[in-house]
């Protein structure tokens, strides 16, 4: 079992930056790819980044890219989303996830991720 935890979120202005964590216990994850996802009112899942398991390689949606970075520390059992030029459009609920056991390849979709946290709000005003 993982157990995920997010942290990290409040409420900023357009433009400015935060840092996510993410936060695994119980079994490791170092050998599986890890994801950020958010949720707006009344809209799915989005997908944001995903990392694979040594934190080599990256993918981002279109909508973050050149503006989120995410990256992972094994050691320390934690992934960080970071987020820089802020937009009112990014409020939303953050989500970290992880793949399976020894799952180390990325994925886009939900459905691909077996372990969620609870979500942090990340709310952004003009």
């Known amino acids: 079992q993982v157990q995920l935890e997010e942290s990290g979120g409040g409420l900023v202005q357009a433009g400015d930056s935060l840092r996510l964590s993410c936060l695994s216990t119980?079994?490791?994850?170092?050998?599986?790819?890890l994801g950020w996802f958010r949720q707006a009112p009344g809209k799915e899942h989005e997908f944001i980044t995903a990392?694979?398991?040594?934190?080599?390689?990256?993918w981002y949606a279109d909508s973050v890219k050149g503006r989120f970075t995410s990256s992972r520390d094994n050691a320390r059992n934690t992934m960080y989303l970071q987020m820089n030029d802020l937009k009112v459009e990014d409020t939303a609920t953050y989500y970290c996830?992880?793949?399976?056991?020894?799952?180390?390849?990325?994925?886009?979709?939900?459905?691909?991720?077996?372990?969620w946290g609870q979500g942090t709000q990340v709310t952004v005003s003009s």
């Open positions: 119980g079994r490791s994850v170092s050998t599986s790819a």
């Open positions: 996830a992880v793949r399976g056991w020894d799952v180390c390849v990325m994925a886009a979709s939900i459905y691909e991720y077996e372990y």
């Open positions: 990392i694979n398991f040594n934190g080599e390689n990256t």
